[in-house]
């Protein structure tokens, strides 16, 4: 059966007689139109984001137009013979809240002024911690004139270090 369909033109064996099939040119990859997933069939992830973004700015919306109507809801509707109470008791609030934001802001300056004290007497306690460091380095680095480590002043800086901590 092989030797009889070599000679026949038409589809491969595989396509079973559904027509020539023609191949798509080749084009390079900048040429083509799909650059990303969603070009390239892809898209259920772009649509899931875009739904997900969509139902974001639907509840957005909807938080700021409940936020209205609570402003509406609390307006500043006094009864004529009670409103100069209301309105005394409303400057009085507020001269409240304003010396409690003095208060924090003193403490405050409080705290920044403490902070400034522990960051200097840090800083002195590292550079004296350097000074100290450089010296032990300069006693323990001596050579002698051969190029020896000078094990005398070694161990004087050990008797010293010894003596200090008893």
Do not use: C
């Amino acid at each position: 059966m092989a030797a009889a369909r070599q000679g026949r033109p038409g589809p491969p064996a595989g396509s079973a007689g559904r027509g020539p099939r023609r191949k798509r040119p080749w084009r390079p990859v900048s040429l083509r139109g799909a650059l990303g997933s969603l070009q390239e069939g892809q898209g259920f992830a772009f649509q899931r984001k875009q739904k997900i973004q969509r139902e974001y700015r639907k509840l957005l919306t909807r938080e700021r137009k409940v936020g209205t109507q609570r402003d509406i809801q609390f307006t500043d509707t006094y009864p004529e013979h009670l409103k100069h109470l209301y309105l005394a008791e409303e400057e009085k609030l507020k001269k409240q809240r304003k010396a409690t934001n003095d208060s924090i802001l003193s403490e405050e300056e409080l705290n920044k002024a403490e902070a400034e004290k522990r960051k200097q007497q840090r800083e002195e306690a590292q550079r004296l911690y350097k000074q100290k460091k450089l010296e032990a380095y300069k006693i323990l680095s001596k050579k002698t004139k051969k190029g020896q480590p000078n094990l005398n002043l070694q161990m004087e800086f050990l008797l010293q270090k010894i003596q200090k901590n008893t």
